[in-house]
């Protein structure tokens, strides 16, 4: 998947999640009278679209890497992470509406209205946060939480404001909710991947095969590379690559590749990579993939 | 202990009501305060002596809420007070009109007789008022005509309001008029600041007359900014403020005393300073009489709810009142049912993510070739398709991979050569190429391989799987030859 072409599949991916999340929410706001409390009817909404904005995001990667058993493994990680990321998000907007509230809308008027906005923006703010922060958590990579937590930030922060200023100045307007979700993913997706350009440690661009075009980014300290669905680079239809065939590492901005087995055809420009960091076109194979490293726009 | 409670409260309640005289049953304030956080709303309410039960010895009342003002649910009550106000303290709000009429007699004369101008009768009555207030208390003052004047910010001590009234003086012409409307917005923009049970008296001796519509000129401190009753009303309830109107004097706004009690509060006429100071020791005995009940607000659809309480007073009474406050919306709010299209939309942003979690955009080539991969702008993607035993790379239009653009580039730079019958495929060049960043002028190609011809870099392309099953084909082939050999 070439990076524009990665860039729009991640926009889709916000997109539909808001498509999604449009229906539920309108039906959640048609059942408000059901629930006993404004708390626990904010949480529904917070744990809604946390965890469907967290299942879409969550099985991206899975769709970048073409690997369907971890799109869907993300898909379910993302949900059940993305609930809890909507539950505390909305938590924290009510606590800080509970001890700031007061303090700075002193008026019913102003508390119930703009207090009211900037609580639940707040709580947006940090669903985005903890969403961008699955891919990072599930990779357990820490500049992929980096990316996460100022993507998640910036993207939640631009999203989460105009979701919650668009439902406050339109709040009758079903139109204004579906935009305001739109926005929201579409910030949170933007904001993800220019981080995720910037954090990188450079990318491998695979040049063969049925899988040729996808741009891996090296963000994480270890990137598996084999054919079995776990790694982080699955190469599936590809012979002559095992199932875990070698690991490239990311070690103080430096990235070097190693073979997993001792047979497992691993080759840096033709020869054996014997722990060598790797430089801008360098040419890696992997059984008989084949890979050029570099920074790509 | 809950029954001890009421029936204190309840004593105490039928005390003070019986001593403010209070007619019929109004909800004088509403707080939200706590809406949020515990789900209460809070109603201030002004009763006669309630009917009690005989059993518990709790008051006769009962609260419903509605989410439109037909269809009302009853709500459970959490908390009943009739000491509240005198336990917190009364926020207090005088708004005094200083226009010109207030100095003239209450016939409207000019007189040097100083005690007898309108506006010393205000202050003799204002001061008696302030010299009552308990401790609890608060009391803020704005002074208005053309302009408005903060005499004392909201949540002030009554001295300070007392030393104000001290500091009154004669307005211009051009500021003696009485911008009454935009004045009480003004005194409720600060006002409803203020936390508690909230009472803001105007006095005034005219009707509103607006500097900008009345002088054609801006006001020298709102410039055109209007406003209406309607504005005013809306503004004290959202914000839970009663106002109570003194009209002093013959000269009677029209609008004055809805407007007063819109908000929940009361009008009362006063033509001197006994009836005036009688008028403030009323409207603050009512107020200390009134009940605090809390309860347990709904979650109906909207922002807007209707309260109504029904009550049985000693009497025999039944007493109904109906008010509305505000409540917050979180995500907007929506009162269509849900109809099928919901699950529709739904159900597509799911199929539209399957698709394309299970779309295969990337295709295995089946057909050998190079790839320009840092080729300029639009030619990136071009795939030229090795035909035949031998295929030319160089800048010449007529080379079979004719590549533009590369000074550098050799006319016939490079040539693939194939051989048909080992399936191989052979890059030869009279100058030194790189293939995978190594230096050579004969190599055989695999599919990936990257070569960079004088700085233009292509990838050799070709099918990774053919080459495969052709490699098992083979194998297969030798094992199948060799057995007849065995034998």
């Known amino acids: 998947m070439s990076l524009t072409l990665k860039r729009v599949f991640m926009a889709v991916f916000g997109l539909l999640g808001a498509l999604a999340l449009w229906p539920i929410l309108l039906a959640l706001q048609y059942w408000q009278p059901a629930f006993p ?141 579906l935009a305001g979700l739109a926005i929201f993913g579409l910030c949170l997706a933007v904001a993800y991947l220019v981080f995720e350009n910037r954090f990188s440690a450079g990318t491998l661009l695979l040049l063969n095969g049925p899988l040729k075009g996808k741009h891996y980014v090296v963000l994480s300290k270890a990137l598996r590379i084999g054919s079995a669905p776990e790694c982080d680079i699955v190469l599936k239809g590809y012979p002559g ?46 059984g008989k993939a084949k890979f050029i490293y570099g920074y790509f726009a | ?41 809070r109603l201030y309410l002004a009763t006669p002596p309630l009917a009690t039960d005989p059993a518990t010895g709790a008051p006769s009342l009962e609260v419903w809420e509605s989410g439109d003002g037909v269809d009302y649910d009853p709500r459970p009550i959490t908390g009943l007070s009739s000491t509240e106000n005198a336990d917190e303290g009364i926020r207090f709000f005088l708004l005094v009109d200083n226009s010109g009429s207030m100095w003239t007699d209450m016939a409207g004369a ?142 009677k706004d029209p609008r004055l005393g809805d407007t007063a009690e819109g908000s929940g509060g009361r009008a009362f006429d006063a033509m001197n300073e006994n009836e005036l100071t009688s008028i403030y020791r009323t409207i603050r005995a009512d107020v200390l009489s009134e009940l605090a009940l809390d309860y347990k607000a709904g979650m109906e659809r909207g922002e807007k709810r209707w309260v109504k309480v029904e009550a049985l007073s000693a009497d025999g009474r039944r007493l109904t009142a109906v008010r509305h406050y505000y409540a917050g919306t979180i995500l907007g709010q929506n009162t269509v049912r849900p109809e099928l299209w919901y699950l529709f939309l739904i159900a597509a942003a799911f199929l539209l993510w399957l698709a394309l979690v299970l779309l295969r955009l990337e295709r295995e080539t089946d057909k050998a070739g190079v790839r320009l991969l840092f080729g300029t702008h639009g030619q990136q993607t071009r795939f030229f398709e090795i035909a035949g035993p031998q295929t030319v790379i160089g800048a010449a239009p007529d080379a079979d991979v004719s590549i533009a653009g590369n000074p550098s580039l050799k006319s016939s730079h490079a040539t693939i050569l194939f051989d048909e019958a ?18 050579v002028t004969r190599r055989r190609l695999e599919s990936g391989d990257v070569l960079n011809l004088a700085g233009t870099v292509v990838v050799f392309d070709d099918s990774l799987l053919k080459k495969a099953k052709a490699m098992r084909a083979r194998i297969k082939t030798r094992k199948y030859s060799s057995r007849p050999d065995r034998r």
């Open chain 2, 110 to 251: 000019d007189t040097d007789d100083l005690a007898a101008l309108r506006v010393e009768r205000a202050k003799t009555a204002a001061r008696a008022f302030l010299a009552e207030l308990s401790a609890k208390d608060t009391v803020g003052m704005a002074v208005f005509n053309t302009r408005y004047w903060s005499a004392v910010p909201p949540g002030g001590q009554a001295n300070e309001a007392a030393r104000a009234l001290d500091e009154l003086s004669k307005p211009a012409p051009a500021d003696a008029y009485t911008e009454l409307y935009l004045s009480m917005e003004r005194a409720l923009e600060s006002f409803a600041l203020e936390p508690g049970r909230r009472v803001l008296i105007v006095l005034s001796d005219g009707e509103n007359f607006p500097y900008a519509q009345m002088s054609g000129k801006p006001n020298p401190e709102t410039g055109t900014r209007q406003t209406t009753p309607e504005a005013v009303i809306e503004r004290a309830v959202r914000d839970g403020v009663t106002i109570y109107a003194v009209r002093f004097g013959a000269q």
């Open chain 2, 422 to 439: 080992k399936d191989a495929y052979t890059v030869v060049s009279d100058t030194p190429i790189t293939v995978n960043n190594k230096e």
């Open chain 1, 241 to 286: 690559v095992e199932p875990v065939h070698a690991t490239v590492r990311l070690n103080g901005g430096k990235v070097s590749v190693e073979a997993a087995k001792a047979d497992a055809r691993v080759l840096l420009n033709d020869e054996a990579p014997s722990r060598r960091s790797l430089k801008a076109e360098d040419v890696l194979a992997i």
């Open chain 2, 1 to 41: 202990m809950r029954a001890i409670k009421y029936t204190l409260a309840m004593l105490l309640a039928l005390a003070a009501a019986g001593f403010a005289g209070a007619q019929g049953l109004s909800i004088t304030q509403i707080g939200t305060e706590r809406l949020l956080s515990s789900q209460e709303t």
């Open chain 1, 37 to 177: 409390s404004y708390l626990l009817y904010s949480l529904a909404q917070g744990v809604l679209l946390g965890a469907v904005f967290g299942a879409f995001f969550g099985s991206f990667e899975g769709v970048v890497v073409s690997s369907r058993p971890k799109a869907f493994k993300g898909f379910l990680f993302g949900a059940a992470f993305g609930a809890g990321a909507g539950a505390v998000g909305v938590l924290a907007g009510q606590l800080f509406l509970f001890a700031a509230g007061s303090a700075l809308w002193k008026s019913a008027s102003a508390r119930n209205s703009v207090g009211l906005a900037v609580a639940s923006g707040l709580a947006w703010t940090l669903i985005g946060l903890f969403v961008a922060l699955t891919e990072g958590l599930r990779a357990r990579s820490s500049r992929k939480l980096l990316v996460g937590l100022l993507g998640g930030l910036l993207g939640g922060l631009l999203g989460g404001t105009a979701l919650s200023a668009l439902s406050h100045f339109f709040p009758g307007e079903p139109a204004s909710l």
